[in-house]
């Protein structure tokens, strides 16, 4: 084969395609590009035009509100409700009302009578009661068997029951944390009921106002010392199980009187055995009001 030849056809051939080794801009473009578009559109999802929206929030509030005879307060909205808001006044009232609600109380004030009986929040609230009830009977006879039942005090809170071990001198002596023998008699008459429940117990200390002396620096380790006294006596002599209880203590700052007498300092030099309700937060506020 002669050379022009040989030329020609290599001239002739495909030529080797150029390799672009920047090929991967143009997705990473593509992507930087949708990123943005969707960052932009989250963002302008994002915003609330406050105004509105408290215009929005109080025409609803008033939809909702009997009575009320205000104009309209979205522009171009004649409403679903004749066309009508609530004052200034109503929307106040009907935003308390709604507080109230979230707390299981609703509108119906402080007046157990006045409680709705078909709520389903006072129905569960009656029936923790009524559990709590049992327990405290379960323990007063108890007390009362043994002759210990004026030692005792017992009163509901949004919490539970309180069992109050507050009787002048008979649990403990002023600066002392050391159980008297009559404190041994009472725990140990109210620890068979504790160990039947299922409840958490949380033991809480107080002290009175009175400084302490050199042996505790502070009321706060004077009351933590005599709650941990009464819990290792429910776990180590009652075999009370230490997963079900706990021990602190809360210095002077929860006084059951205010007052500076011997009595009012008697009575704040005092542990209390609170059984904790396991109902939820809005079940255990109605507790207090339903046991008037």
Known sequence: MSAPASRRRR???AEEEHENSERWLISYSDM???????????????????DKYIALRQSLAAGFSPGSRSPAVLDGNTGTMDGLVA???DVSDSTADLVDADQGLGAQGSDPRTLD?????VAAARA????????KESMAQALDAKGL????????????????????DVFFAAESAVLTRTADQVIDTLAPTLASIREEISVEGHANIVPTSVRYPTNWELSTDRAAKVVRHLVETNNLPGTRVSAVGFGDTRPLERGSDE???????RVDLVIVSGAPEVVRALLPLLAK
């Open 11 to 13: 001239r002739g051939g």
């Open 117 to 121: 009986a078909s709520d389903p929040n």
């Open 128 to 135: 923790e009661l009524a559990h709590l009830d049992a327990i």
């Open 32 to 50: 930087i590009t949708v990123l943005m578009a969707l960052f932009i559109v989250l963002f302008a999802i994002s915003q609330v035009d406050q």
């Open 149 to 168: 039942l004026d030692q005792v005090t017992f009163r509901m809170t949004d919490r539970g029951l309180v069992v109050g071990l507050v009787a002048n």
């Open 87 to 89: 004052s200034s006044q």
């Open 263 to 269: 009595a009012s300092l008697a009575a704040n030099r």
